[in-house]
């Protein structure tokens, strides 16, 4: 049996677009991009979910805490499940957040940290080696009840799929330009919607058949 691990955020955890801060919320296993790519895999495919909302590739948020660093989350979750044949990897979003003041060559950095990580031999033997796809998540817009957080992130996040891009193919991983296939919701600016999760799922799992 295949496994397939999905580790990011708020997006793949499925959190829907926000009206309401403060409010928790989750797409239920019909809707969320990672249940549909593996259904789209196949009834052979095992799934695991490890997003989180809120977090970062990099960094120990000072308002929803250190537990946010990707670098610490990927270790637990690499250690934890297993062995795993395939893992996706989209994170960048919360990295564009005022608050950490980053350029985009920044948040490629924190990716290509986490990337090292997964492709490190000590990874790799414990799973007995598993083929990475890197998804650039789609660019935030500033609108909705949480722009605030994300002043001067469009910007930001515009310029990361041409940077992730070489970067995967410097590494020798699969690349998904997300913001190819969807667009952030309207409604807040940063969440997939319905119909986006199933047209990300629907090409994350074209792209996970291909590596």
């Known amino acids: 049996m295949p496994n397939l691990m999905c580790f990011g955020d708020s997006n793949t955890h499925g ?4 009206v309401t801060r403060g409010v928790y919320a989750r797409f239920d296993t019909a809707t969320r991009w990672t ?3 593996a259904r789209a ?7 695991a979910e490890e997003g ?5 590739a990099q960094y120990d948020d000072p308002v929803m805490g250190a537990h ?4 610490t989350g990927l270790r637990i979750a690499l250690e934890s499940h297993g062995p795993l044949d395939v893992m996706t990897l989209m994170l960048g979003t919360n990295d564009v957040k005022t608050r950490f003041a980053t350029t985009p060559e920044m948040v490629a950095a924190g990716i290509a940290g986490l990337l090292d990580v997964a492709q490190s031999m ?3 033997a414990r799973h007995s080696g598993f083929k990475i796809l890197l998804i650039c998540p789609p660019p935030v817009v500033e609108t909705g009840p949480i722009k605030v957080e994300f002043w001067g992130g469009a910007a930001r996040s515009q310029a990361l799929a041409p940077l992730l ?5 410097s590494r020798g991983v699969g690349f998904l330009d997300a913001g190819r296939v969807i667009e952030v919701s309207p409604v807040d600016g940063v969440h997939f919607d319905e119909a986006a999760h199933a047209k990300l799922g629907a090409a994350v799992a074209e792209a996970v058949a291909a590596l």
């Open 15 to 18: 959190t829907p677009p926000i």
């Open 35 to 37: 249940c549909v790519a």
């Open 41 to 47: 895999l196949g009834p052979a495919w095992h799934l």
């Open 52 to 56: 989180l909302p809120g977090r970062t």
């Open 68 to 71: 946010m660093n990707g670098r």
């Open 122 to 124: 000590e990874m790799q």
């Open 165 to 169: 891009a070489d970067l995967a193919q």
